[in-house]
């Protein structure tokens, strides 16, 4: 109910409103910000404003500058590259275990020996080119940027199939959102049998006479699934718990954990999603640190000694201060907390936990806050089915600010087949993306401003600074910062990252009017 207003407006007006809309709020807003060295009033409006410009024809290489993998594994990238297609791709300093299809830009192979190897990556089409540095790491890391993708719980939660799965691929690409770095394509919970359900085709035997666990019928051919999400250059991923049953009621990982590790590397997971549900009542009552880790430990190792790299995401909702010995555990992200669903209109607060434990983060080891539910996503509370978000504009806004300064995984979990342009101006903002990928993998520190506005100021590898001035109170905001308290020298070019825009060089302090529950995102250089 308390976005009514907001949700019934918008889900009349947005698909009638759109270009001209866009145009004419541009035309009304950017003269107002290009004001170089003068505060930047007003910044957003409270429209659904989209801000991300569209992307351009000519080539933009984007994705991570650095890139984990261990060497002899299976490796597969999809170069993300926005620009018109057809693109012609070519690598420098491409390692011969490796090769490039040049018009689809996938390089395939097996990763080289232990070492680093510098490339070059070049796109031209008609209309341009463009080119971006990537290190390849090849080691015992993974996940040295958070990881981008895709999961399906909150859109379809017991409804998945392996259908709807090939879909969410085929709309990665189609929507842009792989050629700014998203890739993973996750199942959740429900791709196995379950003793009791409502459908009966998710009923029926839990494991074979070898002890093997058996798909249910929504997923007739999982190796078959994941080599069609390969063959787009996607990567696929995989979810079970440590007890006798998931979450959702279905077979889980117990006294099979190597044996089921086993069969999805051979079915071709790239990542796997590891819960705590039903493991609790094996624990007992008063689980020690010890009794939180040891499901996790087994399976980290188990996972280290397979012959694919799967990237490996704790769901244990935080307990036993996870993010003191996740990586311990070999383990990339863990969840920080329940599920984010249940408290959407608790964005802020989430995020502001989540940057108090902020040390704990870096390449290869990542606070997960939980998914970005904005688009249609299906209430949590009901599994319902997906509908449009109440979630105002600008608080979607500061939400996908928010988990890029936090340098959280960024983890779609809205309907695929339904992304309409705002949801993917917020998705995939490529200016924004590369603040949450950015090498150094700092998570943003937080210096309040007043009871109700905060900055998040994230260190960036190349010198640079990403700040969010962040309002949650209900009135628009003036929101200033000094370039001192940042301990920075004087004369910084400001950008705004979600306009894509310079607004100038600015001497010793910058200030912007920040919409209600919205942010205002940017990077100070030099
Ligand atoms: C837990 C997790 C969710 C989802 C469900 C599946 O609630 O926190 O992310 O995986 O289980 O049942």
Not at 212 to 234: A, E, Q, R, V
Request: glycine share 10%.
């Amino acid at each position: 109910m308390k976005y009514l207003t907001t949700f019934i407006k918008k889900s009349a007006m947005r698909t009638i409103r759109g270009f001209t809309i866009f145009v004419a709020i541009f035309i009304l807003f950017i003269p107002a910000l290009s004001v170089g060295a003068e505060p930047l009033k007003p910044a957003l409006g409270d429209d659904d404003e989209i801000l991300t410009p569209k992307p351009n024809p000519a080539p933009r290489i984007n994705g991570p500058l650095v890139y984990g993998c261990r060497p002899d594994h299976p490796f597969l990238y999809r170069i993300p590259c926005q620009g018109e297609r057809p693109i012609h791709f070519s690598v420098k300093g491409l390692p011969p275990e490796l090769k490039l299809d040049p018009t689809a830009g996938i390089i395939t192979g097996k990763t080289p020996a232990k070492g680093e190897y510098s490339m070059l990556i070049h796109a031209n089409n008609s209309k341009g080119k463009d080119q971006r540095q990537f290190k390849l790491v090849a080691g015992d890391q993974l996940a040295l940027t958070p990881p981008m993708g895709w999961n399906h719980w909150y859109a379809h939660y017991d409804r998945i199939t392996d259908k709807m799965m090939r879909e969410a691929a085929i709309a990665m690409i189609s929507s842009g959102m792989a050629d700014v770095g998203y890739h993973y394509v996750n199942i959740d919970d429900c791709w196995m049998n379950a003793p009791k359900n409502n459908d009966p085709l998710r009923v029926g035997p839990l494991r074979d006479e070898q002890g093997n666990i058996i798909p249910n019928k929504h997923f007739p051919n999982m190796k078959g699934l994941t080599d069609y999400i390969h063959s787009t250059g996607l990567k696929a991923g995989i979810y079970t718990s440590p007890g006798p049953l998931t979450c959702g009621g279905f077979t889980g990982a117990w006294q099979h954990e190597e044996q089921d590790a086993r069969q999805f590397a051979s079915w071709g997971f790239d990542f796997l999603k590891y819960d705590w549900c039903s493991y609790g009542d094996l624990a007992g009552k008063n689980v020690d640190l010890e009794g939180f880790q040891k499901p996790y430990r087994k399976m980290g190792k188990i996972l280290k000694s397979l012959d694919r790299d799967m990237v490996f995401n704790l769901c244990q909702y935080g307990m036993g201060d996870v993010w003191k010995w996740g990586g311990e555990v070999d383990a990339h992200s863990w969840r920080t907390g329940g599920d984010l669903g249940f408290e959407l209109d608790r964005i802020f607060d989430v995020a502001l936990k989540n940057a108090q434990i902020g040390q704990f983060n870096k390449p290869g080891e990542w606070n997960d806050p939980d998914y970005i539910q904005i688009g249609w996503i299906g209430n949590a509370n009901k599994m319902g089915i997906p509908e449009l978000t109440p979630m105002p504009a600008n608080m979607q806004y500061a939400y996908m600010s928010l988990w890029s300064l936090l340098a959280a995984p960024l983890i779609y979990s809205g309907d695929m087949s339904k992304l309409d342009p705002f949801t993917l101006n917020i998705l995939c903002n490529p200016e924004v993306i590369e603040v949450n990928q950015d090498p150094l993998g700092k998570c943003g520190e937080v210096m309040n401003r007043s009871k109700e506005c905060f900055l998040m100021v994230k260190k960036l590898a190349d010198g640079s600074i990403a700040v969010g001035l962040f309002n949650r109170g209900k009135n628009k905001a003036d929101i200033s910062m000094t370039w001192s308290e940042l301990k920075i020298s004087d004369g910084h070019q400001v950008r705004d990252l979600w306009r894509e825009k310079d607004l100038g060089v600015y001497k010793e302090k910058f200030s912007a009017l920040v919409p209600s529950q919205g942010v205002v995102m940017i990077k100070i250089s030099k």
